[in-house]
T-cell receptor
């Protein structure tokens, strides 16, 4: 399968600071990537769709000014949590689909980033 | 009613038993069906990917899709303690729908040695 990496794997920050999380597709190009948030023992909640060369599309209830997404290249998307607060503490995961002729919608996930805001 | 329903478990089985997991869904537009395995504090790992109805086998894993009943299944044969994890079903419509996945809530599986 394809490989998606995330950095950092874990981050602890103070309330009010901003945190950037990187998502990279290592062996394929991804014009679209997805950002999820997961609470303990819960399923994944889609936050936004990251589109290379255009603005991200946010799901209902997700603050776009709070969670800034930039899809800088065909292999890199970043999520910046601005002015982080303790309620932003969560597990953030990105995914990228492999598309193209003969491919459907196989999506590969990164290992996740655990954010703790003190 | 959720778009994708999945029993949260936990499902506890002895080592070597067959693990049977399933999801039901309501959106007839779903065409792509996936099963993911997620260990605690890790990202989901794609196990099986199926397009439309039918069966697919890969090693100890078998995925079944019955679109007429809106029901998908995953079977794990000869289960091992290392199979203990949360299993998530996921599905999506055609590419025009934007490749968004809709997930079930996940089933916790515990394989006891």
């Amino acid at each position: 399968g394809a490989v998606v990496s995330q950095h950092p794997s874990r981050v602890i920050c103070k309330s009010g600071t901003s945190v950037k999380i990187e998502c990279r597709s290592l062996d394929f190009q991804a014009t679209t990537m997805f950002w999820y948030r997961q609470f303990p023992k819960k399923s994944l909640m889609l936050m936004a769709t990251s589109n290379e060369g255009s603005k991200a599309t946010y799901e209902q209830g997700v603050e776009k000014d709070k969670f800034l997404i930039n899809h800088a290249s065909l292999t890199l998307s970043t999520l910046t949590v601005t002015s982080a607060h303790p309620e932003d503490s969560s597990f953030y995961i990105c995914s990228a689909p492999i598309t193209g002729t003969g491919r459907g919608n196989e999506q590969f996930f990164g290992p996740g980033t655990r954010l703790t805001v003190l | 009613q959720k778009e994708v329903e999945q029993d949260p478990g936990p499902l506890s089985v002895p080592e070597g038993a067959i693990v049977s997991l399933n999801c039901t869904y309501s959106n007839s537009a779903f065409q792509y069906f996936m099963w993911y395995r997620q260990y605690s504090r890790k990202g989901p790992e794609l196990l099986m990917y199926t397009y439309s109805s039918g069966n697919k086998e890969d090693g100890r894993f078998t995925a079944q899709v019955d679109k007429s009943s809106k029901y998908i299944s995953l079977f794990i044969r000869d289960s091992q303690p290392s199979d203990s994890a949360t299993y998530l079903c996921a599905m999506s419509g055609n590419k025009a729908a934007g490749n968004k996945l809709t997930f079930g809530g996940g089933t916790r599986v515990l394989v006891k040695p």
